[in-house]
């Protein structure tokens, strides 16, 4: 089967301007195309170009990168809009297209002219706040309403499921996450006396809150470590911080790290720790989980539907020192609830979930 991927962000950036990487093979819908190939299956991404890695690569299946419409309207980092995209799909001959997000002219596109061999994968679970949420309830409530109508729709989570279930008629009751390689992130049952941070240091994510939660947690505990992977416009503020609360021997600073670099510390980890004020599904979730660690977490994350669900971690509306000390004594429990869960988050899994959407709208018809 030859699927099209139109993502055309393959990373957050927190404004317009795209920070260049090296490579694109961590990226999450990477190695979604990557394990369809596996499966059998002929994958094809197109992302928009402002995000082509600045060193040539070596793909495993064929990416497009196209060129974007009119950057200062349809911004890169959130609304991008593909040059030629409806050009470059007539090229191709291919058997369903996968389109990110129901706000987005890429996704009206191939609603428009491929609507029986579309999946739209929504991910949104409340308006873009993009000119005060304007352009996101016309587009929901009209475009999305009309044009949307009858194409096939899968949500990320249950939060974005009962969102765009109040503007399209046409959702599917299955959901799929975003997924991971578990061939990659190998599972470990024996901890390091560890937390791990893994995020961008920025405002939202309130780091600052986990460093003053993690000082007071250590009075007691001094011989774990907080280990904070990751870089951003706050890395300054928050090592100066560490340096006020007397934690430099007990936060470890590690930078940008590859998968290879960071699994065998997530892994390792009593649990990942998150204290974002704003964030849709987090891959970063799903990646603990596969690991064998669980998550302690603020209630905003999507996941935590799940998280709940199966314990496989602490959700907390407000972090303290006594959520890493329920951590530390009930562990055992919910590593043992990441393991039997982790099949859940594969991306074998979700491939299979697509594949059988597929089948049931050549069923149908739709």
């Known amino acids: 089967m030859k699927i099209v991927v139109i993502n055309p962000i393959l990373y957050t950036c927190e404004t317009n301007v795209i920070k260049k990487v090296k490579s694109i093979k961590d990226c999450m819908v990477y190695n979604l195309c990557l394990e369809m190939k596996r499966q059998g299956h002929e994958p094809v991404l197109i992302a928009a170009k402002d995000y082509e890695p600045i060193e040539k690569d070596d793909y495993d299946f064929e990416v497009i990168f196209l060129e974007t419409i009119m950057p200062k309207i349809f911004k890169t980092n959130c609304f991008p809009f593909l040059k030629n995209l409806r050009k470059t799909l007539d090229n191709i001959r291919f058997d369903f297209i996968i389109s990110s997000e129901v706000f987005s002219m890429n996704s009206w596109i191939v609603s428009r002219y491929f609507k029986n061999q579309t999946i739209i994968w929504h991910e949104l679970a409340k308006h873009n706040n993009m000119m005060r949420k304007i352009p996101s309830k016309i587009w929901y409530n009209f475009i999305a309403r009309v044009f949307f109508h009858n194409t096939k729709i899968v949500a990320r989570s249950k939060n974005a499921q009962d969102f765009i279930k109040k503007y399209c008629n046409h959702v599917s009751d299955e959901i799929i996450d975003h997924g991971v390689d578990l061939e990659e992130f190998v599972p470990v049952r024996e901890k390091e006396k560890q937390f791990v941070v893994v995020s961008q240091l ?165």
């Open 202 to 366: 920025i405002e939202r994510k309130h780091i600052d809150g986990i460093i003053k939660a993690f000082s007071g947690f250590v009075k007691q505990n001094e011989n774990f470590k907080l280990v904070i992977i990751g870089s951003g416009e706050k890395e300054v503020d928050l090592k100066k911080l560490t340096a006020e609360l007397g934690m430099e021997t007990n936060i470890q600073w590690k930078g940008q790290m590859s998968h290879k670099e960071m699994i065998p510390i997530l892994s390792r980890s009593y649990a990942l720790v998150i204290n974002t004020e704003k964030d849709n599904s987090m891959l970063s979730i799903v990646e603990s989980i596969a690991t064998g660690t669980p998550i302690i977490t603020t209630p905003i994350p999507y996941n935590c539907d799940y998280i709940a669900q199966y314990q496989l971690g602490i959700i907390t509306a407000s972090l303290s020192k006594n959520d890493f000390a329920i951590m530390v004594k009930e562990n055992g429990e919910y590593v043992e609830n990441c393991f039997a869960y982790r099949d859940k988050v594969s991306n074998e899994y979700h491939i299979k979930q697509f594949v059988c959407e597929f089948e049931r709208m050549n069923l149908k018809g739709v």
